[in-house]
């Protein structure tokens, strides 16, 4: 286990969800993507909680061990409302989001969804769903093609679990060229995706995003879903990531948003740690909410001592 970071479970939107946490202070959720489980924010977990924050990273929906829902549903929404499930469970009603891949997708809809409830958002991997397809052009199309695929009944869970879950490590190298990755690394992925129920889950992620991006009955879904961003939001891409071209993020803008690279793929948070690390706890000391907590919170530690 990673020094200092500890694992349970929290019940929330009427689910039981598997956390990783490390470190006390103002809330930060990390919010993992597909196919990837909360260790991938190993790394950033004791360095958010050395810089004076609480710092939760859980298993989405569906991923294992956190429980797959009976009723299958995974849309966008829902997995918001799983985000603010999760803050009132931790006892925070203010809080920030650091997302990645589909986590960024979730972090960006939640920060639509409740705008007084979020402070900071770091969006990565993924841009906003307004510039995503503003920005779609054929490369991009054959770069998506597998959301596409994840469209057909059945086939896609008994791919996903062939062989060990070497489709799974297939992904990750054509993501992410450039990251030497271990068995340890993508273990505890095959773990999260062992199960049929598990892998139905998660494709449904990708099941439920075209009627919500196309239905015109929740005309308020949608625009969560490609609102933008309110809040200050830091976007990183990465400059090599075979899964969304680093062409993607052109034009992404909003109130206070700021986009930048890291020379790494698809994953860049685990090919280049340090450097993704010092970017969200930099960004996240600027704002006003957590900067006052900390403040507050080391002005009583000084009283203190």
Same mark, same amino acid.
């Given at each position: /286990?990673? %020094?200092?970071?500890?694992?349970?479970? @929290?019940?929330?939107?009427?689910?039981?969800?598997?956390?990783?946490?490390?470190?006390?202070?103002? &809330?930060?959720? $990390?919010?993992?993507?597909?196919?990837?489980? *909360?260790?991938?924010?190993?790394?950033?977990?004791?360095?958010? +909680?050395?810089?004076?924050?609480?710092?939760? %990273?859980?298993?989405?929906?569906?991923?294992?061990?956190?429980?797959?829902?009976?009723?299958?549903? $995974?849309?966008?929404?829902?997995?918001?409302?799983?985000?603010?499930? =999760?803050?009132?469970?931790?006892?925070?009603?203010?809080?920030?989001?650091?997302?990645?891949?589909? !986590?960024?997708?979730?972090?960006?809809?939640?920060?639509? /969804? *409740?705008?007084?409830?979020?402070?900071?958002?770091?969006? %990565? +991997?993924?841009?906003?769903?307004?510039?995503?397809?503003?920005? /779609?052009?054929?490369?991009?199309? =054959?770069?998506?093609?597998?959301?596409?695929?994840?469209?057909?009944?059945? #086939?896609?869970?008994?791919? =996903?679990?062939?062989?060990?879950?070497?489709? @799974?490590?297939? @992904?990750?190298?054509?993501? *992410?060229?450039?990251?030497?990755?271990?068995?340890?690394?993508? *273990?505890?992925?095959? +773990?999260?995706?062992?199960?049929?129920?598990?892998?139905?889950?998660?494709?449904?992620?990708?099941?439920?995003?075209?009627?919500? =991006? &196309?239905?015109?009955?929740?005309?308020?879904?949608?625009? #969560?879903?490609?609102?933008?961003?309110?809040?200050?939001?830091?976007?990183?891409? !990465?400059?090599?990531?075979?899964? @969304?071209?680093?062409? /993607? #993020?052109?034009g992404v803008t909003g109130a206070d948003c700021r986009v930048a690279g890291l020379d790494a793929g698809h994953f860049m948070h685990r090919k280049q740690p340090e450097a993704f690390a010092g970017m969200v706890t930099d960004f996240l000391s600027e704002g006003g909410m957590n900067a006052a907590l900390r403040s507050g919170r080391q002005a009583d530690a000084r009283q203190l001592a």
């Amino acid at each position: /286990m990673t %020094a200092g970071v500890q694992s349970f479970d @929290i019940h929330a939107n009427g689910l039981r969800f598997a956390v990783r946490a490390a470190g006390e202070g103002p &809330l930060v959720l $990390c919010l993992h993507g597909f196919p990837d489980s *909360a260790h991938t924010f190993d790394d950033l977990l004791p360095r958010l +909680a050395a810089e004076g924050y609480r710092a939760v %990273a859980p298993f989405l929906r569906g991923y294992a061990p956190t429980a797959a829902p009976r009723d299958g549903d $995974c849309r966008v929404p829902t997995l918001a409302r799983d985000v603010l499930g =999760l803050a009132d469970a931790l006892g925070a009603r203010r809080f920030s989001l650091v997302g990645h891949d589909w !986590g960024s997708v979730v972090a960006l809809t939640t920060a639509a /969804m *409740a705008p007084s409830r979020v402070d900071r958002v770091v969006a %990565a +991997a993924v841009p906003p769903l307004r510039w995503f397809l503003a920005n /779609m052009r054929p490369a991009q199309i =054959l770069r998506s093609w597998y959301i596409g695929y994840f469209q057909l009944p059945g #086939w896609p869970e008994t791919h =996903l679990g062939l062989s060990d879950g070497r489709f @799974i490590e297939w @992904i990750w190298r054509r993501w *992410a060229p450039d990251w030497d990755f271990t068995e340890a690394d993508i *273990a505890p992925v095959r +773990a999260a995706l062992a199960t049929r129920a598990a892998r139905r889950a998660v494709l449904g992620y990708y099941r439920g995003l075209p009627g919500a =991006l &196309l239905s015109l009955r929740r005309a308020s879904r949608r625009g #969560w879903l490609i609102a933008p961003p309110r809040q200050s939001t830091l976007c990183i891409y !990465g400059e090599h990531d075979g899964c @969304i071209g680093p062409e /993607m #993020w052109r034009g992404v803008t909003g109130a206070d948003c700021r986009v930048a690279g890291l020379d790494a793929g698809h994953f860049m948070h685990r090919k280049q740690p340090e450097a993704f690390a010092g970017m969200v706890t930099d960004f996240l000391s600027e704002g006003g909410m957590n900067a006052a907590l900390r403040s507050g919170r080391q002005a009583d530690a000084r009283q203190l001592a």
